[in-house]
Nanobody
Framework: QLVESGGGLVQAGGSLTLSCAAS????????MGWYRQAPGKQRDFVAD???????NYVGSVKGRFTISRHNAKNTVYLQMNSLKPEDTAVYYC??????????????WGQGTQVTVSS
């Protein structure tokens, strides 16, 4: 239901752009975002963006990563600049919806590998 693309191998200092498209079966998406998981570590928040365009970033990527969203296409992007080896991880797209009772539902992509070489 969430299809990611754009991962790959890049040298330190380089750039990559990740994309994630939500299928039509996911309705009324509230926030869309990105998480990452390095080998042997937990999955961590990277950035998210609400339907209104408000953004949040983890401190380590502020000023280097930019999240954006095309609401009509249910697509979220993550522009990653000045990449560092410590950015190496599997990046997961996330979409959040709420039902009429306010219960939150999370949807996840399959993950895309980003590897930054030093």
């Amino acid at each position: 239901q969430l299809v990611e693309s754009g991962g790959g191998l890049v040298q330190a200092g380089g750039s990559l752009t990740l994309s994630c498209a939500a299928s039509g079966s996911i309705f009324s998406i509230s926030a869309m975002g990105w998480y990452r998981q390095a080998p042997g570590k937990q999955r961590d928040f990277v950035a998210d963006i609400t339907s209104g365009g408000s953004t949040n970033y983890v401190g380590s990527v502020k000023g280097r990563f930019t999240i954006s969203r095309h609401n009509a296409k249910n697509t979220v992007y993550l522009q990653m600049n000045s990449l560092k080896p410590e950015d190496t991880a599997v990046y997961y797209c996330n979409a959040v919806t709420y039902d009429s009772s306010g219960i939150r539902y999370d949807y996840w992509g399959q993950g895309t590998q980003v590897t930054v070489s030093s």
